[in-house]
């Protein structure tokens, strides 16, 4: 069994920042990539940034330049830092790894955490 566990989210007035941070926990033997996604009311899940182990990184537009995903291997630990919030930022933040198990890679995602961005 594998658990994701994310913290950071809240309420932020417009041009703040936040950082999210996940960590991943249990039966783990490597982990591949790891993410953020978001999910805002009536809108589908989108990327935000990923990261491989490796630690190259890619970003949705909307992001570049203000969000910086970094991660902590040993501890199987992902980040996000976002500055100069906008409103549309705002969603439910979601952690994701894929994370090799026994015989096989398997997809894990956090619970979400609830950013706000508002004045």
């Known amino acids: 069994q594998v658990q994701l566990v994310e913290s950071g989210g809240g309420l932020v007035q417009p041009g703040g920042s936040l950082r999210l941070s996940c960590a991943a926990s249990?039966?783990?033997?490597?982990?591949?990539?790891m993410g953020w996604y978001r999910q805002a009311p009536g809108q589908e899940r989108e990327l935000v940034a990923t990261?491989?182990?490796?630690?190259?990184?890619n970003y949705r537009d909307s992001v570049k330049g203000r969000f910086t995903i970094s991660r902590d291997n040993p501890k199987n630990a992902v980040y996000l830092q976002m500055n100069s919030l906008k409103p549309e930022d705002t969603a439910v933040y979601y952690c994701?790894?894929?994370?090799?198990?026994?015989?096989?890679?398997?997809?894990?995602w956090g619970q979400g955490t609830q950013v706000t961005v508002s004045s």
């Open positions: 990261v491989t182990r490796d630690g190259r990184t």
């Open positions: 994701y790894a894929r994370v090799f198990q026994s015989t096989s890679w398997y997809d894990h």
């Open positions: 249990g039966s783990i033997f490597s982990i591949n990539g």
